[in-house]
């Protein structure tokens, strides 16, 4: 029996006892429970980007802007801006009536030092925090940004969704950004139960009644945020089989990344719904360490372009229905505005092994140990590095090829010491489609060297287009520098890109009033 048939087989002949049903809980009508990508072994949004965290932290925090439907901007936490100084200086008013999970206001005195401590950790807001002044305090619901030059994006890029810069209060918001917040005592419209938190198994969220939401309709994670179950569990059920036939005798309400091997068996259920709800999706990579030999030598990282056919990484992931993925996939999220062509043709037709084995040799190889790190709990990750792994083999690598799971693989990527301190070469990663729509927010293409994220590129030439792209007048010009950033990108390898894709999920038909977007537990109900 081949894979795909074993799990339907065994998703449709399950007759252990549940797993959800023996952890018992309250409430069964006012409560949803969800099946996440992976265990959240990590709770800090700001210390940590993994995908898991951000969807843990959009429920227990608030942003000051948000993006809609439409991703645009709008204001959150943030009643009204203005601008003065020729664009230097914003003047930001932030909502009567927020407060955090323990009663007390949301005042500018967080709101600063929330803002603080995101501008040291991500890229962008490294950007921010060069260009500015001063931030100040006017009173408990007024603060001033002043910069040094204008900065029009300023609201957008406090507004990202990923890798995003959540309200905490100042004693949180004070502490390093190398060191994680475990203490949530959050602004947003769900309570993080500590006390219920068994790791590897399940997370609890309820909901907090003294959150004022938005009167604005919800749009993605903008508007009225308005939790209208009592109650939300995570389990983690890394194993498929065990997942969809929770699902199918209706013990979970919503499965996030359901196994493609079962998703004909869950269409069969009439009280199953399948939904690409993320139509942004998500951009594939191999991330490659640039601190680290091999790979801190930019012919040794091109060198395996020819090794990669991107539909094999989107078939082992999602299999073959084309319509969820796209093999046509750069540093953009294809089909956008900035998106394009160029570079592409160096992966083009079937791998070609010995290609690569003789670009390595004449790059210098010598047969450096490659340490690739290997979460197996998380579908999409482990799917892509079976086919990275079988590559590098392939084409000669000396291949140290560690299997953990997630949590492990988490703490371990933001070690920059060598392969004997406990460093790592490669790991293969997926990140928000939205996030790619312009060199502003796709951090994973940007070079600023140990001030980036993991993988640590530098590259001063990507750098520098990207500078000018912040400073270009019209979109003609933004569009040629995208290009250029793409073609530099190919020769500087930030990663190596493997696709493009939608994942649907699970849920049970009493479940409505889900949101567009990645999981967003705000305006659902469980009728």
Not at 86 to 93: A, D, E, F, L, Y
Not at 166 to 189: D, K, L, Y
Not at 314 to 337: E, H, K, Q, V
């Amino acid at each position: 029996m081949n894979r795909r048939g074993f799990l339907a087989f065994s998703a449709t002949a399950l007759a252990a006892p549940s797993v959800v049903r023996a952890q018992g809980t309250t409430g069964a009508r006012s409560t949803l429970k969800f099946v996440p990508q992976s265990d959240l072994a990590l709770l800090d949004p700001v210390f940590n980007t993994a995908l898991v965290t951000r969807n843990h932290a959009m429920m227990v925090y608030d942003q000051l802007y948000a993006l809609d439907g439409s991703f645009k901007v709008q204001p959150q936490l943030v009643e009204g801006h203005v601008i003065e100084d020729g664009g230097k200086t914003w003047r930001i008013t932030l909502r009567q009536g927020p407060v955090f999970h323990d009663g007390t206001p949301i005042r500018a005195a967080d709101a600063v030092a929330s803002i603080g401590r995101w501008c040291q950790a991500d890229v962008l807001g490294q950007n921010i925090r060069a260009i500015t002044e001063e931030m100040a305090v006017v009173s408990d619901r007024v603060f001033t940004i002043r910069l040094k030059k204008p900065f029009p994006l300023l609201a957008e890029a406090l507004a990202k969704p990923s890798s995003f810069c959540p309200v905490m209060q100042e004693r949180f918001a004070r502490q390093s950004p190398s060191t994680q917040i475990t203490e949530i005592v959050g602004s947003g419209p769900f309570r993080w139960v500590a006390s219920e938190r068994l790791a590897g198994v399940r997370a609890v969220y309820t909901r907090f009644e003294g959150y004022v939401p938005r009167q604005e309709a919800p749009s993605f994670l903008a508007g009225g945020k308005r939790a209208l179950v009592d109650r939300v569990e995570w389990h983690t059920l890394p194993d498929a089989a065990t997942a969809a036939a929770a699902m199918q005798q209706g013990e979970v309400d919503w499965w996030e990344q359901p196994s493609p091997d079962l998703l004909p068996l869950l269409r069969r259920n009439r009280n199953i719904k399948l939904e690409v709800k993320d139509r942004t999706g998500s951009l594939c990579m191999i991330r490659l360490n640039h601190l680290v030999a091999p790979f801190d030598n930019p012919a040794i990282r091109r060198a395996l372009l020819p090794g990669i056919r991107q539909a094999d990484y989107m078939t082992a992931i999602l299999g073959d229905d084309r319509s969820l993925w796209n093999d046509r996939c750069g540093f953009f999220l294809p089909g956008s505005p900035l998106a394009s062509e160029v570079g592409l043709e160096t992966m083009n037709g079937a791998p070609d092994y010995d290609k690569v084995k003789r670009n390595l040799e004449a790059a210098g190889y010598k047969g450096e140990r490659v340490v690739f790190v290997v979460p197996a709990d998380n579908h999409r990750l482990n799917a892509m590095s079976e086919v990275a792994g079988d590559m590098l083999r392939r084409v000669g690598m000396n291949l140290d090829y560690q299997v953990s799971d997630w949590g492990t693989v988490a703490a371990r990527l933001s070690n920059r010491g060598g392969l004997d301190q406990g460093g790592w070469s490669v790991w293969c990663n997926t990140i928000p489609g939205v996030i790619a729509l312009n060199p502003a927010t796709q951090s994973y293409l940007r070079g600023p060297g140990k001030a980036g994220t993991f993988g640590w590129p530098d590259l001063p030439k990507i750098e520098a287009l990207r500078d000018r792209f912040m400073e270009a007048e019209d979109f003609a010009e933004q569009k040629s520098i995208a290009e250029a950033m793409q073609r530099q990108a190919f020769e500087d390898i930030p990663y190596l890109p493997t696709g493009a894709l939608t994942q649907p999920t699970a849920f049970r038909s009493n479940i409505t009033g889900m949101l567009e977007g990645f999981p967003i537990f705000h305006n659902i109900r469980k009728e």
